[in-house]
């Protein structure tokens, strides 16, 4: 099983931008696909996006792909999730996850391997 740990959350004002990013432990980080969701108070956990090994990457909505960017490094076996215009909706603690392929996060319940513990996102007015 792959440990994720996640940092950068945090509170922004409404515009701004945070960076989000996620550490795994395993060597096999490079072969699984890699993730982020987000749940926040009395809603259902969303999907945000997600990054396979090559690159190839996904997003949950129109509105979080024309914000948000996730990206990884695969020497560093990180990845990150830029976000930016961020609104007082994007509020949520953010969760990473690792699965072997990019479908596993879109299934309903997600089908993913591994979860970090999550990060608190908080953006004000």
């Known amino acids: 099983q792959v440990q994720l740990v996640e940092s950068g959350g945090g509170l922004v004002q409404a515009g701004g931008s945070l960076r989000l990013s996620c550490a795994a432990s395993?060597?096999?980080?490079?072969?699984?696909?890699m993730g982020w969701f987000r749940q926040a108070p009395g809603k259902e956990r969303e999907f945000v996006a997600a990054?396979?090994?090559?690159?190839?990457?996904?997003y949950g909505t129109d509105s979080l792909k024309a914000r948000f960017t996730i990206s990884r490094d695969s020497a560093k076996n990180t990845v990150d999730l830029e976000m930016n215009s961020l609104n007082i909706d994007d509020s949520a603690v953010y969760y990473c996850?690792?699965?072997?392929?990019?479908?596993?996060?879109?299934?309903?319940?997600?089908?993913?391997?591994?979860w970090g513990q999550g990060t608190q996102v908080t953006v004000s007015s």
């Open positions: 996850a690792a699965a072997w392929s990019i479908p596993s996060f879109t299934t309903a319940p997600p089908t993913v391997s591994s």
């Open positions: 395993r060597r096999t980080f490079g072969n699984m696909a």
């Open positions: 990054i396979n090994w090559s690159g190839v990457s996904t």
